[in-house]
């Protein structure tokens, strides 16, 4: 069965305080891996899509890395506004299904 | 540019009255269209998606039901709510290549 584990569920960190962010993920034939920023409240934020292993994507102080197991997010030196749950999702060849880990929520404190 | 447009964006309903929430595409053709529902602090669970009109697939055994009448046009329906349909309902869309995929602002439903 496909499955998509994103850890850790909760992560609180300073203000420039730089990490990870996992997920991991057992899928047969791997389409595509997509990471999303949600804020309260709203509709996720499409962030990434990334293909295939050695891949990277940037965007601000974000980058998501992918390998064949599973995929990071880099949070580099982040602020406040970057508080928010952060989720991945899976979409497999053969099928249409987009499916998601249950995120990571993160916390910049002042 | 795509857009997803998803209303209403909150809806109190009592038990065992009917549901019908609708989201239309615009700017792209033969997508891709989800119905997610997230639990308070959980993640997404897929409900149903549809490859084309008239195509439907379920993911989940429960009290609601999906139709695409249209090919930009998705709609989530139930003809009894239970206490247990309360959450938050989320319609995506994606292109057939599966670049990508957006998601509509979402509907807070609450059954009382």
């Known amino acids: 069965e496909d499955q998509v584990t994103q850890s850790p569920e909760a992560l609180r960190l300073q203000e420039g305080e730089s990490s990870s962010l996992n997920c991991s993920y057992t899928?047969?034939?791997?389409?595509?891996l997509f990471w999303y920023r949600q804020d309260p409240g709203k509709g996720p934020e499409f962030l990434f899509t990334l293909y295939s292993a050695g891949e990277e994507k940037e965007k601000e102080r974000l980058k998501a890395t992918l390998t064949k197991k599973e995929s990071f997010l880099h949070i580099t030196a982040p602020k406040p506004e970057d508080s928010a749950t952060y989720l991945c999702?899976?979409?497999?060849?053969?099928?249409?299904?987009?499916?998601f880990g249950t995120g990571t929520r993160l916390t910049i404190i002042p | 540019s795509q857009t997803i447009h998803q209303w209403p964006a909150t809806l109190v309903q009592p038990v065992g009255s009917p549901l019908s929430l609708e989201c239309t595409v615009e700017g792209t053709s033969n997508p891709n269209l989800y119905w997610y529902r997230q639990a308070a602090g959980r993640g997404l669970q897929l409900l149903f998606y549809?490859?084309?009109?008239?195509?439907i697939s379920s993911e989940v055994p429960q009290n609601l039901s999906a139709s695409r009448p249209q090919d930009r046009q998705f709609i989530l329906s139930s003809k009894k709510l239970l206490l247990s349909d309360s959450g938050f309902y989320l319609c995506?869309?994606?292109?057939?290549?599966?670049?990508?995929?957006?998601f509509g602002q979402g509907t807070r439903l609450t059954v009382v």
């Open positions: 899928v047969s034939g791997l389409r595509g």
């Open positions: 999702a899976v979409l497999i060849f053969g099928n249409e299904k987009l499916t």
């Open positions: 995506a869309w994606s292109n057939q290549q599966g670049a990508r995929a957006f």
């Open positions: 549809s490859v084309g009109i008239g195509q």
